[in-house]
């Protein structure tokens, strides 16, 4: 799912800062950088802080889009991963990672509305991509006080989603 070279990626967009220095930038535990450099995955607002930090996208960090390239193919990449995200949150297979808090989850999403207002499908296929098993991970694992606001959640996703998963066929 992640682009196969996102390690290498990731240290090559920290250029001369240590990963002591990202991770607090980014207000994660270096071990979140460490891990994603060895090739291992992190959570949707992990990697969002991260690419923050760095000054790019989620796209881009994760290797699912070059810098400055131009996004044709990358954008159909990014959208046939929304629509095999959409089928696997819909039919409940599990997120990879812990998923993100219910408030974290709906940053997100609104990230995500703003890249599809704004024309930005890569980063929009990508965010969705993790957003949609972190979501229904975040309702699944929800007691009944959370059980709401995570059905909530996923709801929005999952209407960010709709339009965006049609155009990839």
Do not use: C, N
Not at 120 to 128: D, F, P, S, V
């Amino acid at each position: 799912m992640v682009g196969v070279h996102h390690s290498e990626r990731l240290k090559a967009l920290r250029g001369g800062m240590t990963q002591e220095q990202l991770a607090e930038a980014a207000g994660v535990s270096v071990g979140v950088v460490r891990k994603l450099e060895r090739g291992g995955t992190a959570s949707l607002p992990s990697l969002l802080s991260i690419a923050d930090a760095l000054g790019t996208d989620i796209a881009v960090l994760l290797g699912q889009q070059a810098p400055r390239r131009s996004m044709d193919r990358d954008e159909r990449a990014a959208l046939r991963l929304v629509s095999a995200a959409t089928h696997d949150a819909a039919i409940g297979i599990p997120a990879e990672v812990e998923p993100g808090t219910v408030e974290e989850l709906r940053a997100a999403v609104r990230r995500a509305d703003a890249a599809y207002w704004g024309g930005r499908y890569t980063e929009l296929g990508t965010l969705l991509g993790r957003l949609l098993p972190e979501a229904r991970a975040r309702f699944d694992a929800a007691g009944t006080a959370d059980q709401e606001a995570a059905g909530g959640v996923l709801i929005d996703t999952f209407q960010t989603a709709g339009p965006t998963s049609r155009w990839s066929s």
